[in-house]
T-cell receptor, first 115, second 112 residues
Framework: DAGVIQSPRHEVTEMGQEVTLRCKPI?????LFWYRQTMMRGLELLIY????????DSGMPEDRFSAKMPNASFSTLKIQPSEPRDSAVYFC?????????????FGQGTRLTVV | QKEVEQNSGPLSVPEGAIASLNCTYS??????FFWYRQYSGKSPELIMF????GDKEDGRFTAQLNKASQYVSLLIRDSQPSDSATYLC????????????FGDGTTLTVKP
């Protein structure tokens, strides 16, 4: 398996533009996580899906952020409109949740820069 | 109080020494505990998980869990320069089954 695949790897956009980040989880995994990592705030969970259903979106910073998982093999995180403070590395991770073991496998991340 | 707390470091040890990384958590009912390693500019990767009180060894790595003290640690024996990275503690809190809450990480430098 190729692991969790994220695209793009790098994104530079202007303030106010819409940004869409994409993620393909590991085949067979039933849980998907979107994280954001910055020096100031560390690794923050934004949203968590289980069986394509959003379970916990309490980490989504505000209404400008939205996430979807239309099927088991694809998820998107959208920021509209983007702001400079959204600049961070965004990780997607997936796991096979069996009730106890939640070992997460991370993608390579998308480095977002909003200017 | 943060749900998962780690010594921010940085921690510096000489090559060949034992590196000790510590983590405390707030939810007494937490069940699963993970240590991830993150090299600079890379994504986190799992190196150890532990569910039961006591020690779990895997090569040069030992995870220790004490649920009564709400404490989990990672020991790295015979530290190598290649172990230099940020180590993230993650806890599956009882209140958030299915997801892990991460600490801020401890940066370890192993000096040759």
């Amino acid at each position: 398996d190729a692991g969790v695949i994220q695209s793009p790897r790098h994104e530079v956009t202007e303030m106010g533009q819409e940004v869409t980040l994409r993620c393909k989880p590991i085949s067979g995994h039933n849980s998907l996580f979107w994280y954001r990592q910055t020096m100031m705030r560390g690794l923050e969970l934004l949203i968590y899906f289980n069986n394509n259903v959003p379970i916990d979106d309490s980490g989504m910073p505000e209404d400008r952020f939205s996430a979807k998982m239309p099927n088991a093999s694809f998820s998107t995180l959208k920021i509209q409109p983007s702001e400079p403070r959204d600049s961070a590395v965004y990780f997607c991770a997936s796991s096979l949740y069996t009730g106890k073991n939640t070992e997460a496998f991370f993608g390579q991340g998308t480095r977002l820069t909003v200017v | 109080q943060k749900e998962v707390e780690q010594n921010s470091g940085p921690l510096s040890v000489p090559e060949g020494a034992i590196a000790s990384l510590n983590c405390t958590y707030s939810d007494r009912g937490s069940q699963s505990f993970f240590w991830y390693r993150q090299y600079s500019g890379k994504s986190p990767e799992l190196i150890m998980f532990i569910y039961s009180n006591g020690d779990k060894e895997d090569g040069r790595f030992t995870a220790q869990l004490n649920k009564a003290s709400q404490y989990v640690s990672l020991l790295i024996r015979d530290s190598q320069p290649s172990d230099s990275a940020t180590y993230l503690c993650a806890v599956n809190l009882r209140t958030n089954a299915g997801k892990s809450t991460f600490g801020d990480g401890t940066t370890l430098t192993v000096k040759p």
